[in-house]
Every structure is written in structure tokens, then in C-alpha cells.
């Protein structure tokens, strides 16, 4: 993962921070990647002498051992992967292998390589992510990946080897995993882990690399954004709020009491609840995405091209799930496509299907639009 994304800034930072002047950078396509050409002459002009970029899949253990072969390795990065996002049910063995082998296969087998070279590694960092112990909403194989490198370099310490893994969260830069930097960060900074500047992940790198310690989680927190969200915290970050405030929801001002919520919905006419848990689903889709109101999110709009994916549709459920004490299915936007629907599926799970004919529920896009305007605001 040398030549792309974190791993080659990465390279710059080992010449300019750490002298290292021969660098062997790996990838797929190898001198044919994007940039490769450019990096080889910034890294020339840093100071390294011998620069080679060489392509190799390094989850083909014969193509990496003849790789290797012959080479005097000082250290190793590893900064591969790649990513296909989806739950747990949707995962099939392709899919699996695809996101495990370029991290957790080509990890093992770099370890096997050079486990026992004479002159032992002074660095061996693999580049995890907190995906697999914060994130992993959506990110079931690449969780799984990225918990195979915090414990491979866990092994390799207990058997007095280098290593140190970095279970980073989002930089804020293309990595390769996704093309759309500006709206991860974004969602990112929504949930209270806002990305790491590079400056600053580097200097995480450095730190890691010195603590002496197998495993480490580089992670921007946003303590009081965690505090406002309305979804369930990831039990590693719940420790790092005040017990009193874990309890405390916002979810557009309200509370997360969902008894009070059903008493304040049961005194209103089936309309004026349809319009009240319509504006609900659109508050908390918005929140969920980082806009700064529900007018962004269109009643009639699906959620897909609101730019819903698994992770946030999870998150969404489970907003939901703890303002109206529903139990959803994880498939829900799926199954409702669009707020007006996901909405009229609320109002059937407190209510039940009463009134139908005088609420809103089978009402056309349309008839709903009669009541809302253009922008899915009350006229």
C-alpha cells in the first residue's frame, strides 16, 4: 500500500523523519499507479537515494516471498486494504476474502517472511483502523481485517518482535477505500470522531512507534458531540463521558423518553401524529447525515439518494430505536425507502393501524405534498 493514500505519506514521512534513503513501496499496479512516477522524484528530492515500486499482490505469499527475496529489510509498513461495507447478514465468502486478505492474509505473511531474518526488524507498523473496535456499524469484514492486525502485532510483542498496530480513525485524506473525502469527514465530525489532519496522525505515528506498546488507537474524540448523540455509543468511547451524560439523548430538543413521547403522540389526531413522527424520521435522518436542519431532507426523498449507506442507515435505526423504543430492523430504510414511509411504519409500530382512513399513512406523494411544501416543510 505504498503508493496511494496514507502509505505514501507515510514513505515521505520515513525519509524526512526517520532517514530511511532505500524504500521498496508495493502495490497492485506498481509503477503504473497513479503518481507513482511523481512520488519516486518527491522522494528522491526528500533525500532517499534508491526508490522502488514494484507491483505485487502481497496476499499472493509466493509472489511476496519473491519479492522479498534477497532484500535487507530495516522495517516494514503495512498500509494495504480495501473495503466492501454491509452488515453481517450480507457477508459471503467472496466477499469476505476480498477485504481480509490484502490486510489480515498479507500481514500474516509478512510476518512469516521475516520473522526470522538474522538481523531483526526495527519497525514493523501495521496500519489498522478503528473500524474494528469503534466503527464497525456497516464494516463487518473490514472490522474483522482490521481486529487480525491489532492482534497479530499483540503475537509478534509477546514473542519480543517489533510491531505496533495503529488503529486509526478517518484521515482526512483519500486513502483509496473511498472517494468521497469531504462527505466521510463530514459524517465523521457529525458523530463526534472528526478526522485526523495528516500533520497530526503523522506525529500519532511517531508516538505509537516509541510507547512500547503492541497496539495502539490513534482517534480524534469530539467529547460533546459524543454527548448529543441519540444513538448507542460504542463501548469503547462511552468511558470517556461522565456517567451522568451518558443517559442524556438530544434528539431535536426532546428527550429520549420514549413512554413520554408516546403519551405526548397519543394526545394528538392521527394527522397531526403522522406529521409529528414525519418530522421526527426527517430531524433525526438529518442529524445522522450532518446537516444542520431537517429542511435537507425531503419527506418523499429515498434514502439512498440522500446518501444513506449501511453505516449511517444502522445509525439511523438505532436513533430511532431509542427515542420510540421500537425495536427495528437493521434493514429498515431498505424496507422503507423514503421518510414519509419510514414514518407511517413508526406510527403502526406505537399505534397500530387505527384511523386509517383519517391519517396519513396511505397517503400518495402527492396527497402528502398537499400538507408539505417543496422542501418538506408544513405549509
Not at 537515494?49 to 496476499?59: L, P
Not at 466492501?84 to 490484502?102: F, Y
Not at 481485517?145 to 519480543?160: C, E, K, P, S, V
Not at 511517531?206 to 448523540?229: E, I, K, N, Q
Amino acid at each position: 500500500g505504498g503508493t496511494g493514500g496514507i502509505g505514501a505519506r507515510l514513505a515521505r514521512h520515513l525519509v524526512t523523519e526517520y532517514g530511511a534513503r532505500r524504500l521498496l513501496l508495493t502495490s497492485r499496479r506498481g509503477p503504473d499507479a497513479e503518481g507513482a512516477t511523481e512520488l519516486t522524484a518527491e522522494l528522491h528530492e526528500l533525500g532517499a537515494t534508491d526508490v522502488t515500486i514494484a507491483a505485487c499482490d502481497v496476499a499472493d505469499r509466493q509472489a511476496l516471498a519473491e519479492l522479498l527475496s534477497g532484500v535487507r529489510l530495516t522495517g516494514i509498513v503495512h498500509a494495504a486494504g480495501t473495503g466492501d461495507n454491509g452488515l453481517i447478514p450480507t457477508m459471503t465468502d467472496q466477499r469476505l476474502d476480498a477485504v481480509l486478505a490484502p490486510k489480515a492474509d498479507a500481514a500474516w505473511y509478512l510476518h512469516e517472511l521475516t520473522a526470522n531474518q538474522p538481523q531483526p526488524l526495527a519497525l514493523f507498523a501495521l496500519i489498522s483502523s478503528a473500524g474494528g473496535l469503534t466503527l464497525a456499524a456497516g464494516q463487518a469484514n473490514y472490522a474483522a481485517a482490521n481486529t487480525f492486525l491489532d492482534a497479530l502485532a499483540a503475537h509478534r510483542h509477546a514473542q519480543g518482535l517489533t510491531a505496533h498496530a495503529l488503529a486509526y480513525g478517518l484521515w482526512g485524506v483519500r486513502t483509496g477505500l473511498t472517494e468521497s473525502v469531504e462527505e466521510d469527514v463530514r459524517l465523521m465530525a457529525a458523530r463526534g470522531l472528526p478526522a485526523l489532519e495528516v500533520p497530526e496522525a503523522l506525529a500519532l505515528f511517531d508516538a505509537a512507534h516509541v510507547s512500547g506498546r503492541p497496539a495502539t488507537v490513534p482517534l480524534r474524540v469530539d467529547a460533546a458531540t459524543l454527548r448529543s448523540r441519540a444513538d448507542e455509543l460504542p463501548a469503547l468511547l462511552k468511558g470517556l463521558l461522565p456517567r451522568a451524560n451518558r443517559s442524556v439523548e438530544r434528539a431535536g430538543g426532546r428527550g429520549s423518553d420514549p413512554a413520554a413521547l408516546v403519551a405526548r403522540l397519543s394526545a394528538l389526531s392521527p394527522k397531526e401524529r403522522e406529521l409529528e413522527l414525519l418530522d421526527l424520521v426527517r430531524a433525526q435522518a438529518a442529524a445522522v447525515l450532518g446537516h444542520a436542519g431537517q429542511e435537507a431532507v425531503r419527506a418523499d426523498r429515498g434514502f439512498l439518494d440522500l446518501g444513506f449507506d449501511s453505516l449511517t442507515a444502522l445509525e439511523l435505526r438505532n436513533r430511532l430505536n431509542a427515542l420510540t423504543g421500537c425495536r427495528l430492523n437493521p434493514t429498515l430504510i431498505f424496507d422503507y425507502p423514503s421518510p414519509d414511509k419510514l414514518s407511517a411504519h413508526l406510527r403502526e409500530q406505537l399505534f397500530g393501524a387505527e384511523e386509517e382512513a383519517d391519517d396519513l399513512s396511505g397517503a400518495s406523494a402527492e396527497e402528502l405534498f398537499s400538507i408539505l411544501d417543496g422542501e418538506g416543510m408544513l405549509n
